[in-house]
């Protein structure tokens, strides 16, 4: 299993061991359960569908799908597999058995809509001369194409239009830190798209990489420290309450 789902939550900066400084993004990766699975005697193929997410109301078809997994799916996605995996319909798949610190992966994920946009904008077009006569062209697309032949414009034209919105691909990120506790995933560069945006994550390789400076190892010790205190203080305050209940008896 090369393939990992999750949700865009913030970008931000951390620094490494030898004190350089990375721009990563934050993603929430909370245990994927699995819907249904997949195999080659069945459906000629191998993959496991699985949930991500929640939301409040769904279609009836989803519904009964997963009204024995007491879900209500966001959405519900398959990773194909190149072998068979000792799972079954209700477990879970986290992270860590996907990834580990240092892997490099492929980034999928869905890029913000900037709706009609013209040729500048959408493919960097230089724009026309400013001067010599020329008042209204200076952000035009120019010639598209050729008079009598082929008395067409090519397929693949670069010209104004939507633009956006589409799933984009970015390459060369590296996992930097998985957090279990708080189901976080680092990885380093930008991931398209907004907050709460659904991610794709496909391992290609591993890199050396370094590891995070101390700190950020101190942040994940104080986090289970105040957990600890917390549990500490409500144990203590659940044996208080028998106590000044029986003096309130008296």
């Known amino acids: 299993m090369k393939s990992f789902y999750g949700l865009k939550k913030d970008q931000t900066h951390v620094y490494n061991k030898d004190g350089k400084r990375l721009f990563i993004t934050r993603l929430v990766v909370n245990p994927l359960k699995i819907v249904q699975v ?25 519904v009964g799908h997963v009204k024995d997994l007491n879900l209500n799916p966001l959405h519900l996605k398959e990773i194909n597999l190149e072998q068979t995996l000792d799972k079954k319909r209700g477990d879970e798949v ?46 035009a697309v120019g010639s598209i194409g050729q008079g009598t032949s082929p008395g067409r414009i090519w397929k693949g034209k670069r010209m104004p239009g939507h633009m956006g919105d589409a799933i984009a691909c970015v390459r060369g990120s590296v996992v930097v830190k998985i957090d279990e506790a708080q189901n976080e995933l680092w990885i380093t560069g930008s ?23 101390k700190r950020y190892e101190k942040q994940e010790s104080s986090i289970e420290n105040k957990e600890a205190e917390v549990d500490i203080k409500q144990e203590a305050n659940q044996e208080v309450k028998p106590e000044i209940k029986e003096e309130e008896q008296k």
């Open 38 to 62: 997949k195999t080659t005697d069945k459906e000629q193929y191998n993959a496991l569908q699985v949930s991500i997410g929640t939301k409040k109301r769904n279609t009836k078809a989803i």
């Open 94 to 139: 986290k992270v860590s058995e996907v990834f580990k610190v240092g892997d490099e992966i492929q980034v999928h994920s869905r890029s913000k809509g900037k709706g009609f946009a013209g040729a500048m904008k959408r493919w960097n077009f230089k724009g026309g001369p400013k001067t010599h006569g020329q008042s209204d062209r200076a952000r």
């Open 191 to 213: 991931v398209p798209g907004t907050r709460n945006n659904l991610v794709r994550l496909t391992k290609v390789g591993e890199t050396k990489f370094a590891g995070l400076d």
